[in-house]
């Protein structure tokens, strides 16, 4: 299973971009997607995912950024209003194939990642 990630750029604060994340290989059960992010010096960190028809966010970025995904599943988008300055980070996308009990938020319980797109925010 691979997954691109794509989208990333340079925008400023208050600004949008929709990231993209298309799976293409051999198929796999998916039973979530989702979206990470890590900036310099920090952990990765969940952002947002998909499960169904559950949406999942991380507080900072609830209200701004939307997780959807198109209807034969392959390509799960996240669109980012408001950016700020702190969202600037390398963005992950990554498949969950393993069915799973409560909010997949954590690294561990995905299986296969997408190599990142960054995203670069000027105040």
């Known amino acids: 299973v691979q997954l691109q990630a794509s989208g990333g750029g340079l925008v400023q604060a208050g600004g949008s971009l929709r990231l993209s994340c298309v799976r293409s290989g051999r198929t796999v059960e998916t039973y979530f997607m989702g979206w990470f992010r890590q900036a310099p010096g920090k952990e990765r960190e969940f952002v947002a995912g998909?499960?169904?028809?559950?949406?999942y966010y991380a507080d900072s970025v609830k209200g701004r950024f939307t997780i959807f995904r198109d209807n034969a599943g392959n390509t799960v988008y996240l669109q980012m209003n408001s950016l700020k300055f702190e969202d600037t980070a390398v963005y992950y996308c990554?498949?969950?194939?393993?069915?799973?009990?409560?909010?997949?938020?954590?690294?561990?319980?995905?299986?296969?990642w997408g190599q990142g797109t960054l995203v670069t925010v000027s105040s």
């Open positions: 990554a498949l969950g194939s393993k069915p799973m009990i409560g909010v997949p938020n954590i690294t561990v319980v995905y299986d296969y």
């Open positions: 998909i499960r169904w028809r559950e949406q």
